[in-house]
């Protein structure tokens, strides 16, 4: 017994061949054998996946991107990395520093030392700014300088903590050269999305063994890793990114969205991580020999468009899908001043 509902998982299926074929529209130059895309919907409370598309034509192509391809989830990280900072308290109120910085990779002689300099994708800078507008608006230096006022030992510890496997001991992690799979960054978003509950994935809800009489029950998995009211927090920020931020195509009429972009180095690979008050989307696209999808071809352009696609077209299929998320506040104790 599957979780599939399936015309949800045909909604998915045109919404992945409607946005490969925008896609190309944009950049005529794309070669149509190697751009593919994935796309993964699940039940965030349950884990159930009700949608999984792994590529744009399953005839021409087997392999399952969503599951089988690692890609660098590029900004898709950020949120996670914004929580290790509240949760170490900070608040989306804190300034931080929106400045460049240049990083000397040592060489084993100072002729090969090499010079890293991140910039942001507006290639400008803005000073202080909030936490909150730094992830709103996805600002690499400034994320850079968070993840250097925190610690990188912690920013490792903490990503650790929330799933992610061998976390190498490099800057460049808060940009997002981690790789990923579709269904891992899926059940990992699932902290945001189920308010600090992690889920595990299941595609298989329970299996008939007739000639053993016997029935194997497949049931919901669930870890909780940080409070309610905290996770609530990124939540209320990743409201925004979709809002008023680099999220802004993946905006829905009549429902709140909440969901990051990701982009990575030259373009390659363009992501938009999304969820509702009941359901959890991720989408994928990118060329399947990792060449670059071309100038400004971001998560934001590419994939978010996609998103509201398929959710603009989802609302009409389950019309009883929750509209509004639940605001989590929690009381702060009476500051006592003793006189």
Same mark, same amino acid.
């Given at each position: ?91 989306? !109120?804190? /300034? *931080?520093? =929106? %400045? ?5 990779? &040592? #060489? ?122 905290? !996770?609530? /927090? *990124?939540? =209320? %920020? ?5 809002? &008023? #931020? ?94």
């Amino acid at each position: 017994y599957l979780t599939i509902d399936l015309p949800t998982q045909k909604l998915a299926e045109e919404a992945v061949k409607w946005n490969y074929e925008r896609i190309l529209k944009m950049n005529k130059n794309l070669d149509p054998e190697k751009l593919n895309g994935a796309l993964i919907t699940i039940n965030q409370k349950t884990g159930d996946v009700l949608a999984l598309v792994g590529g744009v034509n399953y005839k021409e192509s087997k392999f399952n991107r969503a599951t089988q391809a690692i890609r660098s989830i590029g900004s898709a990280i950020k949120p996670f990395v914004y929580q290790i900072a509240l949760n170490l308290g900070y608040s989306p !109120a804190t /300034l *931080i520093p =929106d %400045i460049s910085r240049t990083f000397k990779i &040592k #060489g084993d002689t100072p002729q090969e030392d090499k010079f890293w300099k991140p910039k942001n994708y507006e290639r400008n800078t803005l000073g202080l700014i909030t936490l909150r507008e730094a992830l709103i608006h996805s600002r690499n230096l400034a994320t850079i300088n968070l993840a250097l006022a925190i610690g990188l030992n912690k920013i490792i510890e903490g990503l650790e903590d929330f799933g992610f496997k061998n976390v190498p001991p490099n800057l460049s992690i808060v940009l997002g050269s981690i790789g990923e799979s579709v269904w891992q960054l899926s059940e990992k978003y699932t902290i945001f999305s189920n308010y600090g509950v992690k889920t595990k994935l299941r595609l298989v809800s329970k299996l008939t063994i007739r000639k053993e009489n016997l029935l194997v029950v497949f049931e919901e998995k669930h870890e909780e890793i940080e409070p309610d009211y905290q !996770a609530y /927090l *990124i939540i =209320d %920020i990743l409201k925004d990114v979709v809002k &008023k #931020g680099t999220g802004k195509n993946a905006k829905v009429e009549g429902i709140e969205i909440a969901g990051k972009t990701g982009t990575t180095n030259k373009y390659v690979d363009a992501w938009f991580a999304g969820f509702t008050p009941d359901t959890q989307t991720i989408i994928w696209f990118g060329n399947d020999d990792s060449s670059s999808l071309g100038k400004s071809m971001s998560g934001g352009r590419v994939s978010a468009p996609a998103f509201r696609y398929f959710y603009t077209k989802l609302l009409k299929i389950h019309p009883e899908l929750k509209r509004k998320f639940k605001a989590i506040t929690t009381e702060l104790p009476p500051q006592v001043i003793y006189f």
